[in-house]
């Protein structure tokens, strides 16, 4: 288990945001929180970062934000290349207040990388700490990207989740499951919307979404991650994958960046 950073803990209005570099092979983190807020970013591979509320899916050309005292963990199946900064509660009062993806652009790409070359001993006045309230000012500017799925503590609804989490590629109509958990098709329907925010049909779009993106990431071609989760042809799947993301799933293989 990967043990939190301390990075995340300096409490310091005069440097509005701290850095750190982690080089890692495939981990599970501990479960955890720190004062300061975070964009946690992968320059490499793809990582998972979960939370009571949630799970989160992180392709390298996405970044998750993460606000105070919000605990969850990070895990890769492969290895990292992370580029993390993280904002202290003085300056991140009007930063979203939940966690989400959002979309890198190449100017908060570079800032990143530039931040974490100058390190966190920079003076109060001075070009660094310019540079570092530029990067606060990007980041109002976050874009957020569809990679959440939300959780539930419904029993039933939970009981369906796990077993989609094991097998996406089921095809069960939602009158299936709902005989499988002792409910009605109405009631369970009705229970997927309160508890996720989302209907039965769209959570597990976005289940295979996540999987597809995590398994493009690890080099596996875009006919064989639209089969085995389920889809009659690889052009359904790249529809799917259009709607949600607007981009092809060749855009996530590593293979074609672009």
């Not at 000012?137 to 569809?146: G, I, T």
């Amino acid at each position: 288990m990967l043990p939190s950073s301390p990075t995340g803990q300096i409490l310091n209005p005069d440097l509005p945001v701290v850095s750190i570099a982690l080089d890692l092979e495939r981990e599970q983190g501990a479960p955890h929180t720190h004062p300061r807020a975070q964009l946690l970013y992968s320059i490499e591979c793809v990582m998972r970062v979960i939370s009571k509320l949630g799970t989160w899916l992180v392709p390298s050309s996405q970044a998750v934000w993460i606000p105070s005292m919000i605990e969850h963990q990070v895990i890769a199946t492969e290895a990292l290349a992370i580029r993390s900064i993280y904002v202290d509660p003085a300056w991140s009062g009007d930063l979203p207040t939940d966690c989400c993806v959002i979309a890198v652009s190449p100017l908060l790409r570079e800032l990143i990388l530039r931040a974490v070359k100058i390190g966190n001993s920079y003076p109060p006045l001075g070009p660094e700490r310019r540079l570092m309230e530029v990067i606060v000012d990007e980041l109002r500017q976050m874009q957020r990207a569809p990679l959440h799925l939300p959780m539930s503590r419904h029993p039933k609804v939970r009981k369906v989740i796990d077993a989609l989490v094991e097998r996406p590629a089921d095809s069960g109509k939602i009158e299936d499951w709902a005989k499988r958990v002792g409910t009605s098709a109405r009631t369970l329907s009705r229970l997927f919307v309160k508890e996720t925010g989302m209907s039965f049909g769209a959570w597990r779009r976005r289940l295979r979404l996540m999987e597809a993106i995590e398994r493009l990431g690890q080099g596996e071609s875009v006919t064989r991650v639209a089969f085995e989760l389920g889809y009659q042809s690889s052009s359904a799947f790249a529809a799917m994958f259009r709607s949600e993301l607007g981009v092809s799933p060749k855009s996530y293989s590593p293979q074609d960046p672009g």
